[in-house]
C-alpha cells in the first residue's frame, strides 16, 4: 500500500507540471525555452542539496558526496530522454490546455510502455487491453471531425514527450539508488537545456511569476516527483506503471 500512496504523490506532481507550465504560458511572458531551463536546473540544485543532505544520516562521508561525485550519477539514456521529454512538453504547452496536453502525453507514455513490454513478452489481461483500448480511443476521439481538435503541431511535440517519457519510465525499473539516479540525469541535463536557450536567445522573455512558476515546478513538481517515482518503478510492473499514469489527465 506504501507503494501505491507513494505512486499516488508522484501523479499528482505530474498533474502538477502540466498545470503550471500551462499557467506560466499563459499568464506570463516566460517563454519555453527560459521555463525548460529554470524548471532542471531548479531541479538539478535542489536534488543535489538532497543528496549531500541525506549523507549526513547515511554510512557514506559526506565529503564523498562531490560535483564530481554527483555528475557521475545518472545515465545519458536517462539524461536524453529526460530533456526531450522536459523541452517538447513545454513547446506543446504554448497551444494545448493543461488536460488535453496530459492526455495526449499519458496516451503516449502507456502506449510506449505497453508496447515495449509486450515486445519483451509481457502479456496483458483481459482488463489491461480493455484499458489499453479506452486509452488509445480517447486519444483518438481528440481527432474526430466534431471534437474540438488539438493543435496538431503542438500534439506531435507533446506525443513526442510522452514517448520520451515513456523510455524514462522503462529506464527506472531497474535503479537501485532512484534519488542518486534522479539527480544524476537532472544535473547532466543543465548543459542540454542552456544550449537550447542560447539556441532561442532571440526569444527570451521572463518575469518574476513565471521564473516561481517554473521553480516550483521545478522543485516540487519534477524534483521530488521523480524521485518517488523512480523509488516506485522497482516495485511494480511496467503494465502498471504505465496505467497509473493515465490517471493524470483526470487529476
Known sequence: ?????????????????????????????IDPASFTTLRIISAAGFL???????SVTST?????YTLAYLWQQGTWPGVFALFAY????????????AATGALILFGWVQFTMLAVGFYQGARFSLLQWIGFSIAVAGVLALFLPSAT????????????????????SLLGK???????????NFLKSVPLTLLLSI?????????????????????????VGYAIWYAVLPKIQATEAATMQLSV???
Not at 532561442?200 to 521545478?218: F, K, N, P, Q
Request: aromatic fraction near 8%; proline fraction near 4%.
Open 174 to 184: 531497474g535503479v537501485q539508488q532512484p534519488l542518486l539516479m534522479t539527480q544524476g
Open 1 to 29: 500500500m506504501s507503494t501505491y500512496l507513494l505512486g499516488l504523490g508522484a501523479l499528482i506532481a505530474f498533474a502538477a507540471n502540466s498545470v503550471l507550465c500551462r499557467i506560466a504560458l499563459h499568464t506570463t511572458t
Open 149 to 168: 481538435q488539438p493543435d496538431m503541431f503542438s500534439a506531435i511535440l507533446m506525443a513526442g514527450a510522452g514517448i520520451a517519457w515513456g523510455i524514462y
Open 60 to 64: 557514506t562521508p559526506a565529503k564523498h
Open 199 to 223: 539556441v532561442l536567445i532571440s526569444s527570451w522573455s521572463i518575469d518574476t511569476t513565471g521564473v516561481l512558476l517554473a521553480l516550483a515546478s521545478g522543485i516540487l513538481a519534477s524534483g
Open 48 to 54: 543535489s542539496l538532497l543528496v549531500v543532505f541525506r
Open 86 to 97: 522536459a523541452a517538447l512538453f513545454s513547446f506543446a504547452y504554448i497551444e494545448l490546455t
Open 249 to 251: 489527465p483526470v487529476i
